[in-house]
């Protein structure tokens, strides 16, 4: 493929916005629940960026529309398209950052609520959402099955039945069950009874981002992954490499920000941020490992349906520049394409490791911090790019020579 | 799957490689409502351009037992369309009534994702309009009854002065098509993806020439 750079952009300054996110919420979830220091405005001013991201990522998405103003259609077909589906779950996660830095932003609006009086309050209408939203899941599901109409044995409503009754049978044994294990082991109880503890809104909308956030990364994840054709992105690593690419970033960005407004942070930070680069590393290593030893599916042979072992193109047919050949074809050398892999490698994991471990061992230094977000930043491009280039359409089988 | 399927069957034993059929496709498809198909720099040292139709050349097999397979190659209109599901907005859709898989042009953001999503490179992004485009069996002149019934046919298959292509409703048992296929040992291009295109080859009755049906042949002879 053709890496187009509106893309690139999107999926990593998205990528890290969720990651950052992600990691304001692990900070907020910390002192919240230890007796960790606050972190001042480290959360306000960490969700302004977040929100700065995903517009930068948004309007670098439009850019690859031929027809930017027709965008709001793209909402239409979430039932099928995951393009779609990401469309929806990019503004939903907008909004839930939005409330977020607002409620963070003016504590006017983000009383602490002691949690058994936030309880009262919330947990009906929450109780009420979570049960509607738990059966529109269950019938969803039930509807997967239903809704194929050759398989005559599930066009009936029982499956949904069934979906609703099993998993109300499972979640009541899982409930004896969790209330038998808080009854047997007394620490455990401690770190559940959450009474008087004083929590803020916040919290549970950050709660809501980290869901949304997921949705998202798994929307963006699997426009790529579910094209069978394009075997070198058919496969699970494609969702764990936007996840764990998206939180190694996104935490590196939080760390910085750490570094800036709240120093005591930067340990916590900077700590997860270099067990998911060493994890985001293994795993990214991996997938090229496996898109390595790929045999493509489709040949010369089947392309045209000639078993002959000696085809040669001899002409791709009417003008010699087309859109398939723009599209499909990067038309960089071999060694480019090398050469851009090894930078990713380096700049997105092994330096990035490096520099974490050295300010570990001694300090934390702004600075160097900002360096090594700019170092990250550029090799996420270089990553992407080399995603979109690594991946081979079977059309360019058509397309090989020009005549 | 629909009940009636339209679709082109190419013979690839007659295909002289002329392509009458890639020129008289522009020329009907670039005149309707839909508006121009744009060419860019078309006189000029880098010429490209939008089409729907193409004519590949390959050379099969070594010197001296080489031949020349003229290729055409359009949307393949498959009964599973793996670009249609992808469309974010709609815009790309299969005919409920004749199979036939569409664009509409007023939807179309112009995203490129169903063009990722089709393995032959079918659709094509029309450097002007911004659109995603492709072969529409020319919908528009298929079903004009002011036109004579024997003119009620794709532009190319008309045009096509060796009668290489075969345009009919594969789902018709006694229609030309589905006879030639049944007969001819039709095939479908890349099998291998499980989209059941529409559009149909038709292999060389050379003996020495290794063809898709004729291996396949041999195959079931092995077995027997």
Redesign the interface.
Known sequence: MNPPFSVVFLTTFIGMAQGCFLALFGEQLREQFSTAPASGNLLSYGAMVVLLLLIAGLAASFFHLGHPERAWRAATMWRTSWLSREVIALPIFMCVVLIYATLSFFPVFNPDVSFNLLAAKSSLIIGVAGGVSLLLILICLGMVYLSIKILQQWRTHLPIVNFVLVSCVTGFVLAVGFYILLALVPTLRHVVDLDGVPIHWSLIVGLAGVFSLFLLFVCTGMIYACLKFLQQWHTPFTLANFILLGCSSGFMLATTLGAWLAPQTTHFFMTSTLILTIVAGIVRSASLLRNKGLVPKSTLQSAIGVKNPKIVQKSSGAMAPTFNRHQFNHGKTRLFIRSIKWIFLALVFVLPIVLLIVQLLTQVDLTLMLVTLLIQYLGLIAERWYFFADANHPQNIYYQVIC | MSKKQLALAIDLNVCVGC?AC?TSCKQWNTSGSAGAMA?QNPYDA??????FN?????????FPNTE??H?P?SCMHCENP?C????????SYKRAEDGIVLVDYD???????C???????AR??D?F???MTKCTLCVDRIYDESLDERDRKPACVLSCPTGARIFGDIKDPASDIAQAIDSRNG???????ETNPANH?L?RDNKN????A??DKSKDEEQK
């Open positions: 392509s890639v060419d880098d010429p490209s351009g939008t089409f193409r004519v590949q050349t390959f050379e099969v097999g070594s020349v397979v290729f190659k793996p249609v599901p992808v469309c974010p907005t709609g815009a939807k179309c953001i112009g995203c490129n994702y063009s990722w999503a089709c393995p032959w490179g094509e992004l450097e309009k911004k659109v095939y479908q291009l890349m099998p291998e993806w080859y292999p020439f290794d063809q898709h004729n291996a």
